[in-house]
Nanobody, 125 residues
């Protein structure tokens, strides 16, 4: 069974940091690209970052570029999203998702066949 489980969300003040984790199971981790998406209340889901299968190249959208860092630990089948200098507009539910093959931040979300349950990030001003 393909499964993605996120953790690490919480409440933080503006300027603070959080590290999200996404543990994957049930599929060949190396063959999948993993992305982080987020959805704020009343807004559409949007991509944040993506790490490609095999080569592990990371991509970021403008929302996180320069503040967020995504990496993977293949030994633990886990990807991380380190978020620094958080802003109130970063408040959202953050999801990790998996797509077989090579994907990036412009890959439509329907190409990602597996999704986690999400973890809430709340940034207070």
């Amino acid at each position: 069974e393909v499964q993605l489980v996120e953790s690490g969300g919480g409440l933080v003040q503006a300027g603070g940091s959080l590290r999200l984790s996404c543990v994957a199971s049930g599929f060949a981790f190396d063959n999948y690209s993993i992305a982080w998406f987020r959805q704020a209340p009343g807004k559409e889901r949007e991509p944040v970052s993506c790490i490609t299968s095999q080569a592990g190249i990371t991509y970021y959208t403008n929302s996180g570029k320069g503040r967020f860092n995504m990496c993977s630990d293949k030994a633990r089948n886990t990807v991380y999203l380190q978020m620094n200098d958080l802003r109130p507009e970063d408040t959202a539910v953050y999801y990790c998702a998996a797509s077989e093959g090579i994907s990036d931040v412009v890959t439509p979300d329907h190409f990602f066949g597996a999704w986690g349950q999400g973890t809430q990030v709340t940034v207070s001003s």
